[in-house]
């Protein structure tokens, strides 16, 4: 059965209060323009939208609720993650690795597979830099 924006609104905080993730980072639902934003059409299809900074905005297609919130979280981790302490004396390589650590680590306070996927794509943005 497909969730309204309000189920999917109320999804969203609880599964951010798990992790104490700053409101400010939460996307907007169906209204308020924000940085990122969920949208479900009226045909019941989620997107998950990202406005960029010039303008640019993209429409980012999910196959279900799972999907979106794998999507969402992944943005939410990453901002917590680069609010962190980072440590002292760490070169840009090594700083990217560690962020990423702590954004999956994160994200598996979620959910094990979204953490799962995240690690995979991570391993591949690393292996090419």
């Not at 070169?91 to 560690?98: D, G, M, N, S, Y």
């Not at 999956?104 to 959910?111: Q, V």
Request: net charge neutral; glycine share 8%.
């Amino acid at each position: 059965m497909k969730k309204n924006i309000d189920e999917i609104k109320k999804i969203t905080e609880t599964l951010a209060e798990k992790i104490n993730a700053p409101k400010g980072l939460l996307p907007s639902f169906g209204g308020l323009l924000k940085e990122t934003e969920i949208v479900l059409d009226e045909n019941g299809h989620l997107y998950f939208v990202t406005h960029g900074d010039k303008g640019g905005t993209e429409y980012h297609i999910c196959l279900d609720e799972d999907d979106l919130l794998h999507k969402v979280f992944c943005g939410i981790t990453l901002g917590m993650a680069y609010s962190l302490p980072k440590p002292k004396d760490i070169e840009q390589l090594e700083f990217r690795k560690w962020l990423f650590i702590k954004q999956e680590e994160l994200l598996g306070r979620l959910n094990l597979e979204w953490m799962k996927k995240l690690q995979k794509y991570n391993a591949g943005l690393l292996k090419y830099r």
